[in-house]
């Protein structure tokens, strides 16, 4: 057998400078192994509108313990983040990475491993700006079938509008009508 024991690759690590390489690994994803990162998101992604939801469906995920922000995250979205942990029940905490490896500026990580494949988001749902600027939750049959098609995340933001709603008034929050 070619197979080397557990000792012989330890120690041929060690030549190799392991500990050098999982210190900068440890870096770039806020202080964890990438083998505990379930998601991690870029700072261009966080300051995305949608970012926050995109987090909370993700925090429903049992195996998250943690939610870890780079220290450079803007306060103001920062605390939305502090905010979504606290709901979830999930740890909390900003890292300073200093030696800047990665742009990676949120990851939620596990207290364990868990080898997810894809932790970084390569298209970010989009929510369309009508529906970001709705004037209320309530949609009209259209506009909730279109919701559905284009943003399935989000469609639980939102409601149809009910026989009730029709009877008091209520009208679409993008198109103003009632059905
Ligand atoms: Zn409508």
């Known amino acids: 057998m070619n197979q080397k024991s557990d000792l012989e690759k330890y120690v041929e690590y060690g030549i190799a400078g392991v500990p050098e390489i999982k210190g900068s690994e440890k870096r770039y994803w806020l202080g964890e192994f990438r083998e505990r990162v379930i998601l991690a998101l870029t700072f261009e992604q966080i300051y995305r509108k949608e970012a926050l939801k995109v987090v909370e469906e993700k925090c429903k995920d049992k195996r998250v313990d943690k939610i870890i922000l780079e220290?450079?995250?803007?306060?103001?979205?920062?605390?939305?983040?502090?905010?979504?942990?606290?709901?979830?029940?999930?740890?909390?905490?900003?890292?300073?990475?200093?030696?800047?490896?990665?742009?990676?500026?949120?990851?939620?990580?596990?207290?364990?491993?868990?080898?997810?494949?894809?932790?970084?988001?390569?298209?970010?749902?989009?929510?369309?700006?009508?529906?970001?600027?709705?004037?209320?939750?309530?949609?009209?049959?259209?506009?909730?079938?279109?919701?559905?098609?284009?943003?399935?995340?989000?469609?639980?933001?939102?409601?149809?509008?009910?026989?009730?709603?029709?009877?008091?008034?209520v009208k679409c929050g993008v198109c103003d009508k009632i059905d």
């Open 71 to 169: 220290d450079n995250v803007q306060s103001t979205v920062a605390e939305k983040f502090m905010e979504l942990a606290s709901k979830y029940d999930k740890d909390y905490k900003m890292i300073d990475t200093q030696n800047k490896l990665g742009e990676i500026a949120l990851v939620l990580a596990s207290n364990e491993a868990v080898d997810e494949k894809d932790v970084l988001i390569k298209q970010m749902p989009i929510l369309p700006d009508i529906f970001y600027n709705a004037k209320n939750k309530k949609l009209c049959k259209k506009h909730m079938q279109m919701l559905k098609e284009e943003a399935p995340l989000f469609v639980d933001e939102f409601q149809e509008i009910t026989f009730l709603d029709r009877v008091m008034g």
